[in-house]
T-cell receptor, first 113, second 113 residues
Framework: DQQVKQNSPSLSVQEGRISILNCDYT??????FLWYKKYPAEGPTFLIS?????DKNEDGRFTVFLNKSAKHLSLHIVPSQPGDSAVYFC????????????FGKGTRLHILP | DAGVIQSPRHEVTEMGQEVTLRCKPI?????LFWYRQTMMRGLELLIY????????DSGMPEDRFSAKMPNASFSTLKIQPSEPRDSAVYFC???????????FGSGTQLSVL
């Protein structure tokens, strides 16, 4: 049973526009959420995170929004650039900070010229 | 720091053969994780260690899979005997502590024929 769900396997966005990647989770004990980015033939790399005490965290062009009541988070990339084409994984871990990180299946983002 | 180092980068073997994947975590990191990436299941946690001790191996698919961490700088994931359905990319990751962001290696692309 997938505790972290990314329901869109792929997404295409025009360069310069906003990319929005969505993620849902089922475990209400999750309180720390992360996004990872993965290029082909490389390992995933950390992008941005958010704690459940916040509803927004911003880092340059990347913003993560958390809606705890809906158990939903999203990653916004604005403006989208060609180098943003990659697979994006949503991940979550539990309350005690000693819990393992669970990943979603990933969303492949294509930035169109 | 060289980051998490995995070897080999690619492994092609025949069904029934033993396969050993290797990982050197980032120095000073106390937690080590083995993940498997497939199209169907995304990034799937197989097993993780804390201070060289296996904490949770519930993700290990079958008894054919085993993992060891004899010291803080080395871990192996062994599959014996290997089967075609084991074909996937296997990632090793480390973190300072469990629940903190992960640093991934480049992965081992395993093909079992």
């Amino acid at each position: 049973d997938q505790q972290v769900k990314q329901n869109s396997p792929s997404l295409s966005v025009q360069e310069g526009r906003i990319s929005i990647l969505n993620c849902d989770y089922t475990n209400s004990m999750f309180d720390y959420f992360l996004w990872y980015k993965k290029y082909p033939a490389e390992g995933p790399t950390f992008l941005i995170s958010i704690s459940s005490i916040k509803d927004k965290n911003e880092d340059g062009r990347f913003t993560v929004f958390l809606n705890k009541s809906a158990k939903h988070l999203s990653l916004h990339i604005v403006p989208s650039q060609p180098g943003d084409s990659a697979v994006y994984f949503c991940a979550a871990s539990g309350v005690n900070r000693d819990d393992k990180i669970i990943f979603g299946k990933g969303t492949r983002l294509h930035i169109l010229p | 720091d060289a980051g998490v180092i995995q070897s080999p980068r690619h492994e092609v073997t025949e069904m029934g053969q033993e396969v050993t994947l290797r990982c050197k975590p980032i120095s000073g990191h106390n937690s080590l994780f083995w993940y498997r990436q497939t199209m169907m299941r995304g990034l799937e946690l197989l097993i993780y260690f804390n201070n060289n001790v296996p904490i949770d191996d519930s993700g290990m698919p079958e008894d054919r899979f085993s993992a060891k961490m004899p010291n803080a700088s080395f871990s192996t994931l062994k599959i014996q005997p290997s089967e075609p359905r084991d074909s996937a990319v296997y990632f090793c990751a480390s973190s300072p502590q469990i629940g903190e962001k992960l640093f991934f290696g480049s992965g081992t692309q395993l093909s079992v024929l």
